[in-house]
């Protein structure tokens, strides 16, 4: 059931995770083969701020980590009403709180593993979010590094928890194998993408729930927020470049955002985005069907007494929200109207933003360093 924007309460598997006490764990940092950018979550973690974290920064070594980085956190979801007044207008969005009476916050990671002769570590950090057990979902962040020699896939592999089989010591028991690849006839097409020892990638993924699942009708996109801070000494500003390193935050108003640009201990970091996302259902099988591509938003907001950070925002139309059971996955390297055909996902590199992430490649698409994707996801509780 929605409530009225301005009440601020819970409208349907909607998360807000504002406010989070400020965490004092280290980052575990890894590192590929000849790349010059290392990727951490928090290990240990212990609830909701320090296990849906994650890090990125220049470095040399993982043992050492970066000197100085760049945070990327889950800080809220809500029903967009207006795109454009959003950011200034609190009656214009829905929010609502994360899932209750649960030991929440979830990390899996493991810093060795191979497939074939490659090798790749991978970090999965969550929470879930909603009202109650018939209403609720999961938020979280993917970490998975290819260390050295290449892997082809066409889906992504997720983990994540349910309500009603929640551990205790902040681990994951549930998995869900995502389409990656560009889509056609309502199936995951057969076009592998392929991912090779230093390159990032970031996704995010969501979906909706439940027996009494209902949309917000005043609902035209449902947003995902990002808080994006640098941590470095010797900064006392976190200077963001925007679009090709030619605007400032301050010129983001109601503007898209193509790439993000971070100079991090005098070195430059930069995040190219794409616009791209794969949609599916989830049957009572736990199997995947009814797949499509379209495109999200991005915005960029800044926060009001921290120059140091800023919001990145990931709104998805809300048609893909108006029943139960649907899964989207943004920063896919399908595009949208283009039968098996493949463009660039969005990627983290060390240096200026890769060539515009809307660009179609025919053939393989390279991944340098790690592999980054944002996840929100939401399942029915007797799924998967």
Known sequence: MHTHATSCSLVTCILLLANL???HCKYSWVKAEGADLCAGVQDPCSDLAT???????????????PSAYVTMTPESMAWVYDIDAYATDSTKVNMIEGLPGITNGFLDL???ESLGTSKYAYMMAGALVGQNKTSCGYIGTYNAMVVSGTIETTILPL??????????????KKSLDMCLSSTSNKACGTDKVTFNTADIAFMVFGGTMGTDYKPDPQGKHLGIRYKMKVVDSSQTSADMKFNGQTKGLADMSKVEVDDVSFTLGGKLVSMSLNKNFNSATVGTDSK???????????RANAISGDAMAAYLDILFPAAYFQIADQVVLYGTAGNPGSRRSLGSYSKLVAGKPSASSSSVHSGSLTMVACV?????????????
């Open 288 to 298: 995947l069907s009814n797949f499509s591509t379209s495109n999200v938003n991005i």
């Open 372 to 384: 980054v994707a944002m996840a929100m996801l939401v399942l029915p509780s007797n799924r998967l």
């Open 159 to 172: 983990r994540y928890n349910v309500p009603d089989d929640v551990p205790s010591d902040h681990t994951t």
């Open 51 to 65: 296990c849906s974290a994650v890090a990125y920064g220049a470095c040399t070594s993982a043992t050492d980590g």
């Open 21 to 23: 006490p400020t965490s």
């Open 110 to 112: 493991s810093s060795s």
